[in-house]
């Protein structure tokens, strides 16, 4: 910010070293302006024993600084291996894990206020949306949006985070913080306020130390019973779709062991696993499993897996991403359902049923379901008649449904009794388009004597009808599940001459983009490595077009040099 820049040098100082500056009774920089919040004391013996030295305590539990932020466990994580490598303080992993988990459960984020931002701890590359342009150059210049979504401050924390970033980095101040090119200059003859000042006040007032989701948690949070069988529906790019169960056993100081199993329900051998997690704040499970690697393909189940889940306070169910490679780019996307001991539905493998379409087996999978159960005790609904239970177990049913060519179009609830599983199925009259995804992609150079590893990039396809509206794209559209393709590489054509296809890498059957080697490429024409951008294309081997065409998807994928910094590459349960 054009003016603090100048007069808060002894503040950055003690922003960017955590040198103690006069305080004022509340424990902040007595110059400090407008009034302060009340800090959130701290209340660990640690933490106040291993921080106080630099963070000073005003005599109610405050620490500068500390009081007066919150974050996720990955944010307290970072801040704790910042303070170990630039300032000095020396904690055993035993106490940095300590400090880490007591900061997150007091001066975490509200299970509302991480929702939004889950992405981030799960390593998902997505499409950040700005609320202004000058967001974007603020923060987008140099990381994802996300990371300061991730903390709540004080106005004047903001302010110092500013300060903190130009005595880290101080090419900022020129590369993002200031407007670039000549002074706007507003309507009353001065200067336009600086893209930081703007992030400063936008976050002060979205983002602050005191929020109505905050508070309302204050009063909720207590230890989360999550001991027994939970039910899980996942999906895995390359892998398909899952079910299965996690049976959690309680340890000590929200600590948690798990037994996992996986089952394709598209058929193949079941994924066995054991774990390892904590619980922050009361909502946050962070993990990890082992088990045994399914192959020694690059998106195979590898021995270990690191979990990230969004645990319900009212623990009602979870939901996460279970990942691994070298950049997180393989996964599972995860649901989990604590199991009642009564019946329950959890999927089934029947994405759509064609109208008209006889005999057709539906594979339903639950829990504790009924010894027996007849044709009538299954509804799908007007238009699909259940006409055989081909077989019957506590967890799964097989059934027999004819569908009727007058059978209304759309999504399916799937009842049996008075259990209810949303979304079952759906009936459809022809498959209208696929889609790749993701949409986009990015893969990353590497290996083969690099010392950087290469980023896969995994796709997929995914069949639609276009639903009783008839329309592309729309909301009542049907998803159909995975369709059979062969996969290509086709120019993305932005130069004359463009090559790139034959350099960046190649695509297997399976829709796994394996990219090139990092270095230097002689045989380039226009470049002097094998980066570039291209189009991943699906062609469907049976499904046609109105015009008999063979149905055909896009995907645009970048394949970019390696990541050079890798910002906080592990995260400890």
């Known amino acids: 910010m054009r003016k603090t820049h100048k007069l808060r040098i002894g503040i950055v100082a003690a922003a960017v070293l955590s040198v103690p500056v006069a305080l004022a009774q509340d424990g902040f920089p007595a110059n400090s302006t407008p009034p302060i919040p009340a800090g959130i004391p701290v209340t660990s013996p640690l933490v106040l024993a291993k921080c106080s030295g630099c963070h000073s305590n005003d005599g109610r539990g405050n620490l500068t600084r500390i009081s007066w932020i919150r974050t996720t466990p990955e944010g307290w994580q970072e801040a704790v291996k910042r303070m170990m490598r630039l300032n000095g303080v020396k904690l055993t992993p035993e106490e940095a894990r300590a400090i880490v988990k007591s900061l997150s459960d007091t001066h975490g984020l509200a299970p509302d206020e991480a929702k939004p931002v889950m992405y981030m701890a799960e390593r998902r590359i997505i499409d950040e949306d700005y609320p202004t342009p000058w967001m974007r150059q603020t923060c987008g210049s140099c990381h994802a949006l996300g990371r300061p979504l991730q903390w709540r401050r004080t106005k004047q924390e903001w302010e110092l985070l500013v300060n903190m970033h130009l005595g880290y980095f101080p090419d900022a101040e020129g590369a993002a913080f200031r407007h670039r090119g000549p002074p706007a200059m507003g309507p009353d003859g001065h200067p336009e306020p600086e893209p930081s000042e703007l992030a400063v006040d936008y976050f002060g007032k979205n983002y602050g130390l005191r929020t ?176 055989r239970i081909l077989s019957n177990s506590p967890s799964e049913v097989v059934a027999e449904v004819d569908v009727a060519s007058n059978a209304a179009l759309g999504r399916r609830d799937l009842a049996l009794g008075r259990v209810v599983l949303p979304k079952a199925t759906a009936v459809y009259d022809r498959v209208d388009y696929i889609k790749v995804a993701p949409e986009d992609a990015l893969a990353r150079l590497g290996g083969d004597g690099s010392p950087r590893p290469k980023g896969y990039a995994q796709f997929e396809v995914v069949a639609y009808s276009r639903g009783p509206d008839g329309k592309e794209g729309t909301a009542d559209d049907i998803e159909l599940g995975p369709a059979d393709v062969n996969w290509s590489i086709e120019e993305f054509y932005e130069s004359f001459d463009d090559d790139d296809k034959e350099f960046v890498g190649y695509l297997n059957s399976e829709g796994l983009f394996t990219p090139a080697i990092d270095g230097s490429n002689p045989q380039r024409k226009h470049l002097n490595d094998n980066r570039g951008n291209v189009w991943v294309v699906a062609t469907a081997k049976s499904l046609k077009d109105r015009d008999n065409q063979p149905l055909t998807a896009k995907s645009y994928l970048v394949v970019a040099p390696p990541l050079y910094i890798m910002w906080d590459r592990e995260t400890e349960p």
């Open 212 to 387: 109505p989701e905050w508070t309302a948690w204050e009063t909720r949070v207590r230890k989360a019973k999550l001991d027994g069988k939970w039910l899980i529906s996942a999906h895995s790019p390359g892998h398909g779709d899952f079910v299965g169960e996690m049976n959690i056993s309680r340890g000590n100081n929200d600590e948690f062991t798990t037994q996992i199993k996986l089952q394709p329900i598209h058929g193949g051998p079941a994924v066995e696993r054991t774990g390892h997690a904590v619980l922050y704040a009361g909502y946050s499970w962070r993990g990890r499993d082992r088990g045994t690697p399914s192959s020694k393909d690059a998106n195979a189940i590898p021995a270990e897996l690191k979990e990230t889940m969004w645990m319900s306070p009212d623990g009602t169910g979870g939901f996460g991403r279970w990942f691994w490679g070298d950049y997180n780019e393989f996964g599972f996307d995860v649901k989990l359902t604590p199991a009642q001991g009564s019946p329950m539905l959890i999927s089934t493998d029947t994405p759509g049923l064609k109208a008209g379409s006889q005999a057709q087996r539906v594979r339903i999978y639950g829990d504790s379901l009924p010894s027996r159960i007849a044709p009538a005790d299954l509804d799908f609904g007007s238009g699909i008649s259940v006409k």
